[in-house]
């Protein structure tokens, strides 16, 4: 870990007829002639310091997320201090960027230090990072803000805290945390509403989990989902997936309709005739499966569940109905995304408050609930867009790919790793040069994380001033 030296050493402020000993105390306002010059030193500009238990300790994906929620929301926002750095003059950082450098690890930057120019000069403060599992912009954009009691005196309500403060759940549950059993929907619920029932008219086919009489707020919680098709017989299940609580995929099945298929809905389901062409699981397959699979004191969850029971043809008295714990005042029920879109995750917490959200990236695979998106062929074309850009949003990710597509499709000799090393640092400082002032730049080399080896990676932070004032 590297930091620079004190701000006050680098001071380049100047007094008429200052005494020496006086050249580093806080500076104050100073009358010239009819005007007034005021002053501003190097420690009055936003900066980060690592706190000094954590100068030998890598940072964590969920550790660099605490700094960039305090970074676009601060203390006016509820939002504390990160627990292993130290942001000062926050309300003087207006907007972050984020880019991710993919297949760059900390032995690189050892490596081939003088190469990086950029990123040697540039940023004052680089920590050691953790490679995660998770995907780094996937686990940015959709991090869970912590919650706070925001002023309403300073900050009216937004949209959607109305939203959530109108909701039938938070009136008739509170705000507290409940446990599980608040939310389990009654017998009388289910037959209200034409859950699938033992014993009810209708249901007489269906067949039974073994289940035990009741539930604690201890039980064990489930997720499922079904996919159906429309068969001469109406809708059939397709597709059928169980996870439990830790998000462990238990069950992910295709499954082979009794009767002819009409129609694949594959505009809803993505399941196609190929997909099922030479599968053989049948329902009653998937039902003995899901028996086994399910502990007696299982609860169920899911959004509208009712319909993933019918097309199981599976009774199973202990579930939680998203679409009906949220509900409009008439009945009418909420879709799913809305729901999600609702969860105060980061982007969506941004957004709400009108501050815009964007990412840029080469390969469309990753899946982000962001408003704005870019896809580009090459790194020079990310940079050519970013630079572009007048309005820039309030959190930005930029994805750079080339040297692992590089890496991948050949062994790099030295000579290669050097050039290919410093045509990525002069882009990075392009785009450092792009940001508009008052913006938290970090770039993030993530390492490499595999079953058989951890390599770490390096995080670099800076706050980008005006451009009189940075460093050479």
């Known amino acids: 870990m590297e930091t620079s030296s ?20 806080r500076l104050k306002t100073e009358h010239v002639g009819a005007g007034e010059l005021q002053y501003a030193c190097a420690y009055e500009r936003p900066s980060i310091s690592v706190l000094p238990g954590r ?40 907007r972050v960027n984020v880019a991710i450098v993919e297949g760059l690890t900390q032995s690189h930057f050892n490596k081939y230090y003088f190469a990086l120019q950029h990123l ?15 995907d780094i912009a996937s ?41 599980l059993t608040a939310y389990v929907l009654s017998t009388e619920e289910m037959i209200r509403r034409h859950y699938p029932v033992k014993g009810i008219m209708g249901f007489e086919e269906f067949v039974c989990t073994d289940t035990s009489a ?43 309709p ?6 694949y809905l594959t505009r809803f389901s993505g399941i196609t005739a190929a997909m099922l062409h030479p599968v053989t699981t049948t329902l009653q397959d998937v039902q003995a499966r899901l028996r086994t699979l399910l502990p007696s004191n299982a609860v169920l969850v899911n959004h509208s569940i009712d319909c993933d029971l019918k097309a199981l043809k599976l009774i199973h008295p202990h579930v939680i109905d998203t679409s009906l714990l949220y509900k409009r005042e008439n009945d009418q029920k909420f879709k799913l995304k809305v729901l999600a879109e609702a969860v105060l995750k980061f982007s969506h917490t941004l957004e709400s408050l009108g501050r815009s959200v964007a990412y840029s990236g080469k390969q469309p695979y990753i899946k982000l609930d962001v408003t704005h998106q870019q896809w580009h062929h090459s790194d020079k074309e990310l940079l050519a867009s970013f630079k572009r850009q007048t309005n820039h949003p309030v959190l930005s990710v930029a994805q750079f790919s080339s040297f692992s597509d590089q890496e991948k499709q050949q062994d790099l000799s030295d000579e290669n790793l050097i050039l290919i090393l410093a045509k990525l640092d002069y882009h990075l400082g392009k785009l450092f040069q792009s940001l508009p002032d008052g913006t938290l730049s970090v770039v993030l080399w993530p390492g490499r994380h595999s079953e058989s080896s951890l390599l770490r990676g390096l995080c670099f932070m800076e706050v980008k001033q005006d451009s009189q004032e940075k460093r050479p």
Request: charged share 20%; glycine share 4%.
């Open 120 to 134: 040697r000069t540039n940023y004052n403060t680089r920590v050691t990072f953790t490679p995660s599992s998770e």
């Open 55 to 94: 100068l030998q300790q890598p940072i964590t994906l969920k550790e660099l997320t605490e700094l960039l929620h305090f970074a676009a929301l601060g203390k006016p926002r509820g939002i504390r201090q990160p627990s292993w750095c130290h942001l000062h003059h926050q309300q003087k950082v207006h």
């Open 6 to 25: 004190s701000p006050l050493a680098n001071c380049s402020c100047k007094r008429k007829r200052t005494a020496p000993h006086e050249k580093n105390k």
């Open 258 to 263: 009794r009767n002819k298929i009409i129609n």
């Open 214 to 256: 009741s539930v604690t707020d201890h039980s064990p919680l489930f997720s499922i989902d079904c996919e159906m098709c429309l068969t001469a017989k109406g809708h059939e299940l397709t597709h059928v997936s169980l996870v439990d609580s830790s998000g462990t995929c238990l069950m992910d099945e295709l499954v082979k």
């Open 139 to 179: 686990g940015i954009f959709t991090s869970e803000v912590p919650k706070r009691n925001w002023s309403p005196i300073n900050f009216p309500l937004s949209p959607l805290q109305k939203f959530v403060n109108a909701h039938p759940v938070v009136r008739e549950f509170g705000k507290q945390k409940r446990g």
